[in-house]
């Protein structure tokens, strides 16, 4: 007798039954029901089998790769574990970077996990749709990944006890969350250009590649392998953002005009949070790898400018902010270290001066600007602390309705003066740091008129513990919302010089390497 | 223009005077003085007498610059959003046209900061 052994099938034919064979046409719900995002945002496709992919991945070689990154990964956190790894990094300042990336960085892998998840659902194509569940699942990925290697630091170091409750509440931790919450509230394609291409593809590589390069600098092998084990994924999701800005535009040539304005518009927003990166790029890291204007110029100006040159041919042009961000690239680091040297006491992490040397290193990497600007400020500032008069402002500074920073940036092209920008809506006042984030709002005012301004919710009373009673005798306002934020008061934040963190590491690493005994703090 | 939103999206405005406990919002800069990072926010109430805000609130945020004792405050500047503006010391907030939300910044004449940089 016979038997007919049927083949099993290839990769490619696994993986066009996945993404083409295995969707259908619904008969008893329209499909514009089935799909209800997918028409609002004006964007037309007409065929979206015109997709193609830009990696041909199934899930059982998917699920087989990352097993493998993660069994890697893991061996690697136990051996740092085991080794105490934690006190060979440069100094102790250094950990403040992960404090930063841990409540700043990692809460945003999650909502892209949450936002690809939901555009994954709600693509009408099926390999796009596929192609974002992967990258969510990606997300889900690094957020553990983060998590646990940070993990270890949380042992030893202080801030970072309660990162999921700060990124909600504090003030500069509003700034990332405030930019994911914008996209994932977006349409899909929005939030496709947002994220999958603006941030993943434009900026990836002024965020992620820092930190990971800083720590391997700076000895951390631990963020390293994360580092490396995530990259593989920011390749694949860099691949997709392109590819989806090149299908969006292919498909109608009345998408270029909207896919141009959320470009625009998302760039700058990127760029917003990546004040947090300059700060931790000139100031945070004891070993520099590059400056800030460095890594930009690398990283957008040569291969930013490329991308760009590719993208001519759809009719795209560079973003208008750019010329505003060139004139800012000398001075966006400095201003922003001296925001947390301002407000250090309402910090999650230590804030210091820059030592002589390390003004010397700002002063040949930024030779227009640091000597002449800020290097007097720092300098008093150094005095001040020598002299046990370590500034604090006590004062709750504006923000800038649309990005939440601080409005610390100054007028582009005069470096003493802020900028101000304003709006009015519906009868109220609105203030920006830039005419790029009063463009912003002034496109969608009804989305940004409902920002939770860390500073505007404080005075409204809704940054207190229910325990909290401003009608006693002695209520500390600024005290309590410490309490509210879950910041230590005297450990987590202030000066890095004095800190548990200082002393405790000195101590540590001097019985690691030495015949030293003492008490942590 | 407008939100592009999927359904019905009305404005809900988080920061509407309403919501201040009676007090109104107010920004002040100092002109030229950039070791305060930012202009800084205060919530008083409507009726506060301007005179107050320069005797009793500016000090405790800015006295840490030794130029803020400097300030010849009857030679000082003052701008609303930009435009010139004279305050009457003596009457409040809002009698001297100050809304909620709304900037005022000051420039201290002779006064540079730190080095004559602005800092």
Redesign the interface.
């Given at each position: 007798m016979d038997t007919q052994v049927k083949k099993k099938p290839g990769l490619k034919e696994k993986y066009r039954h996945m993404t083409r064979g295995l969707d259908w046409q619904t008969s008893y719900q329209s499909m514009d029901k089935v799909f209800?995002?997918a028409e609002?945002?004006?964007i037309k496709i007409h065929d979206w089998d015109k997709w193609e992919d830009p990696f041909r991945l199934t899930m059982d070689a998917y699920w087989k790769y990352q097993a493998e990154k993660e069994r890697k990964l893991y061996a690697i956190i136990d051996a740092f574990v085991q080794n105490n790894g934690h006190l060979k990094v440069t100094d102790a300042r250094y950990i403040n970077t992960l404090k930063l990336f841990l409540t700043g960085v990692s809460p945003l892998e999650y909502m892209a996990h949450r936002g690809f998840a939901h555009v994954g659902r709600q693509f009408p194509g099926v390999g796009p749709r596929v192609a974002c569940q992967m990258q969510s699942l990606d997300e889900l990925r690094h957020v553990q990944t983060q998590i646990h290697t940070i993990s270890n630091y949380n042992k030893y170091y202080n801030g970072m006890h309660d990162f999921r409750h700060m990124h909600d509440r504090l003030w500069y931790l509003s700034v990332p969350k405030s930019f994911f919450d914008d996209a994932v509230t977006?349409?899909p394609f929005?939030f496709m250009v947002a994220i999958g291409f603006s941030f993943e593809y434009v900026l990836t590589n002024l965020l992620f590649v820092p930190f990971m390069s800083g720590a391997a600098f700076n000895g951390d092998m631990s963020t390293v392998t994360f580092g490396f084990s995530a990259q593989s994924d920011e390749a694949r999701h860099m691949t997709l953002g392109l590819e989806v800005i090149k299908f969006i535009l292919e498909q109608d040539p009345a998408n270029l005009p909207i896919v141009q304005k959320w470009i625009d518009k998302w760039t700058w927003r990127g760029v917003r949070v990546l004040t947090l990166v300059a700060m931790m790029m000139d100031y945070m890291l004891p070993k520099r790898v590059m400056s800030w204007k460095e890594a930009w110029e690398i990283y957008f100006e040569q291969n930013g400018g490329a991308l760009f040159k590719d993208l001519a041919r759809y009719g795209i042009t560079m973003p208008k902010c750019i010329e505003t961000i060139n004139k800012e690239k000398d001075h966006l680091s400095h201003?922003a270290w001296?925001?947390f040297y301002?407000?250090g006491g309402a910090a999650a992490f230590h804030t210091w001066m820059p030592d002589a040397e390390e003004m010397d290193w700002l002063s040949s990497k930024y030779p227009d600007t640091f000597d002449?600007?800020y290097r007097?400020?720092f300098e008093?500032?150094r005095e001040q602390e020598a002299k046990g008069n370590r500034?604090y402002?006590?004062?709750?500074?504006?923000?800038c309705q649309t990005c939440q920073i601080?409005?610390?940036f100054?007028v582009p092209g005069d470096?003493?003066?802020?900028a101000?920008h304003?709006s009015h809506?519906?009868g109220?006042?609105?203030?920006f740091c830039s005419e790029h984030c009063k463009e912003i709002f002034?496109?969608?005012?009804?989305?940004y008129?409902?920002?939770?301004?860390p500073?505007?919710q404080i005075?409204?009373?809704n940054c207190f513990k229910p325990d909290a009673d401003p009608t006693a005798a002695d209520f500390n306002p600024l005290a309590e919302v410490l309490r509210y934020y879950n910041i230590n008061f005297g450990h987590d934040n202030l000066d890095f010089n004095g800190s548990d963190d200082q002393k405790n590491f000195d101590l540590w690493r001097g019985m690691a390497t030495q015949n030293q005994t003492g008490e942590s703090a | 223009?407008?939100?592009?939103?999927?359904k019905p999206?009305?404005?809900?405005?988080?920061?509407?005077q309403d919501?201040?406990?009676g007090?109104q919002?107010l920004?002040v800069?100092w002109?030229?003085h950039?070791?305060?990072?930012?202009?800084?926010?205060?919530?008083l109430a409507p009726d506060f007498p301007f005179g107050d805000l320069i005797k009793n609130v500016l000090p405790?945020?800015y006295s840490?610059h030794p130029d803020f004792a400097q300030i010849d405050w009857s030679a000082v500047q003052w701008y609303k959003?930009?435009v010139p503006f004279t305050p009457r010391l003596e009457e409040s907030l809002v009698q001297n046209g100050l809304?909620?939300?709304?900037?005022i910044t000051f420039v201290s004449p002779g006064l540079t900061?730190?080095?004559g940089?602005?800092?």
């Open positions: 209800p995002f609002f945002e004006g977006a349409g929005e201003q001296a925001v301002n407000y002449k600007y007097p400020r008093y500032w500034f402002n006590m004062t709750l500074p504006m923000l601080p409005m610390f100054t470096p003493s003066k802020i101000y304003e809506y519906s109220d006042k609105y203030h002034d496109d969608e005012p009804e989305k008129v409902q920002a939770w301004l500073v505007h005075f409204q009373g | 223009m407008s939100v592009h939103a999927f999206y009305p404005a809900r405005v988080m920061d509407g919501k201040f406990h007090n919002v920004y800069g002109v030229d950039l070791m305060f990072c930012a202009p800084l926010a205060f919530a405790g945020a840490y959003s930009g809304g909620h939300k709304d900037l900061g730190i080095k940089t602005c800092s």
